[in-house]
């Protein structure tokens, strides 16, 4: 039975926050995609917990449907941009898909 595949995204982005942090900018947007790169800034939208981006760190959970996924293996990847307007690295969180 397929369901909806529960994703702490903040795990997955340490990296790109540490990262980001580093340069001492604010976290500006942040998007996901599943197995195939639409091109930066092309990946579906990730909001903050709190609704905003306003600060160095930021912590994002999602729920994403599995529906239209095939039975198998797959990737989560997340990238963020910073407020110097610079997408970060890719980070990829492999799973698996069964019915």
Do not use: C
């Not at 540490?18 to 599943?34: H, P, R, T, V």
């Not at 092309?42 to 930021?58: A, I, K, M, Q, Y």
């Amino acid at each position: 039975m397929k369901t909806k595949l529960s994703v702490l995204i903040a795990i997955i982005t340490l990296g790109l926050l540490m990262n980001i942090s580093f340069a001492q900018l604010k976290i500006l947007s942040a998007e996901y995609f599943i197995d195939a790169d639409p091109g930066v800034g092309n990946g579906t939208p990730l909001l903050p917990e709190d609704g905003n981006f306003n600060s160095l760190f930021e912590k994002f959970s999602s729920n994403i449907s599995t529906s239209s996924l095939s039975e198998g293996i797959h990737t989560l990847y997340v990238r963020l941009k910073n407020s110097d307007d610079t997408w970060g690295k890719t980070f990829a969180k492999t799973f698996i898909v069964r019915n």
